[in-house]
């Protein structure tokens, strides 16, 4: 092959391979990227002149400055700002030629604040007792509640403290994190307790609740009087029958047992020794409206003063015998009476009032 052959040979191939670029060159126009954009106010958008090299020497204009303004412009790319509500149209003028896009400018929603009112879950709680010792003779409520867990809403602010006071704040536990549980129970003759729980928010805002506590065993005990007078107390009663009554129950349904004191236990266990019996016979004349008081004096054994029909009594219980006990009553005054007063720190017009 000559020379001027392998020439015109290298020519066309070289020519082959530049076609296809060549072709594809030609066949990319100018074009922007979009014709119409939507945005909002204060915002910046970015519009390119695709098909137009990166440097190419476009100018970019907006038809209203007041509503599209230009922030930068650099080769085939502008960068615009949405100035306020309205329609302006963007233009790039590139080799003679014209290319437009509308943009069109909204107002953007603004966003609601987040409303901040703290609130705790609950403003008023009641929680019941009920000891590990009397689960076997008292039947369990589960309406009830045995703890509550406070939680604030409302707010982003975290609970920086949680606070319990009142008077019957000792009754109470409540932890780090709002849990409010009962140390122990209210006594029989203050048989409701109130305290307050106060969450202190980060930001210093304080949120309360009134909290309140019974004891199941003192609800308990109520009933049980409840339904020892509708069985064994007669409207015709004398207030010293039914003392004498309330006596007899006592002696007839417990035994003795050395070293309980708990009153309790005379009427749940059937069982407690002579300090457990009298104060158990205080607290069920009580209940039946009679003033009696037991002795406090441990040398008075089983001893509960009562006033009844104007006249003071002393009625003896817990008897260490084997049920059913006996019990003792007889009437008392003058300077037994006053002896016996002084002894155990009793307030005689306390019962005549």
């Not at 703290?118 to 009920?130: A, C, E, I, K």
């Not at 009134?210 to 509708?230: G, H, P, Q, W």
């Not at 309330?246 to 069982?271: C, H, M, P, R």
Request: aromatic residues 12%.
């Amino acid at each position: 092959m000559g020379r001027k052959h392998r020439r015109i040979l290298l020519f066309a191939v070289a020519l082959m391979f530049l076609l296809p670029g060549i072709s594809a060159e030609a066949k990319t126009k100018p074009k922007l990227e979009t014709g119409k954009k939507t945005t909002a106010v204060g915002r910046k958008c970015q519009l390119k002149l695709n098909g137009a090299p990166a440097r190419a020497g476009v100018k970019w204009k907006t038809s209203n400055k007041r509503v599209v303004s230009i922030a930068k412009r650099k080769g085939n790319t502008v960068t615009f700002k949405a100035e306020k509500k309205g329609t302006a149209v963007v233009t790039a003028a590139y080799k003679k030629k014209k290319y437009q896009c509308r943009v069109t400018v909204k107002t953007e929603k603004k966003k609601k604040p987040v409303a901040d009112h703290p609130v705790l879950n609950s403003s008023d709680v009641t929680l019941y007792y009920l000891s590990e010792e009397y689960k076997n003779y008292i039947t369990y409520d589960s309406r009830h509640l045995r703890e509550y867990r406070f939680r604030v809403s409302g707010t982003k602010k975290e609970v920086r403290d949680w606070k319990i006071t009142g008077d019957g704040a000792d009754y109470f536990n409540l932890t780090e994190y709002g849990l409010l549980r009962m140390d122990w129970e209210p006594a029989f003759i203050e048989p409701c307790v109130t305290a307050t729980v106060t969450a202190i928010l980060e930001d210093g805002r304080k949120l309360t609740a009134n909290v309140r506590a019974y004891s199941e065993t003192n609800i308990y005990m109520d009933k049980l009087f409840a339904d020892f007078e509708r069985r064994y107390i007669a409207p015709s009663m004398t207030t010293k029958e039914k003392a004498e009554k309330a006596a007899w129950y006592i002696s007839t349904t417990s035994d003795y047992e050395l070293y309980n004191y708990n009153w309790v236990d005379i009427f749940l266990k059937g069982k407690g020794d002579c300090y457990a019996s009298r104060y158990a016979l205080q607290h069920l004349c009580n209940y039946l409206g009679i003033k009696a008081v037991a002795c406090r004096n441990l040398d008075d054994h089983g001893k509960t003063l009562l006033y009844a029909d104007g006249r003071f009594y002393v009625i003896v219980t817990g008897f260490n015998v084997p049920k059913p006990r006996p019990y003792g009553i007889y009437e008392i005054s003058g300077e037994s009476l006053e002896e016996l007063a002084e002894k155990n720190k009793f307030d005689l017009d306390y019962f005549r009032r």
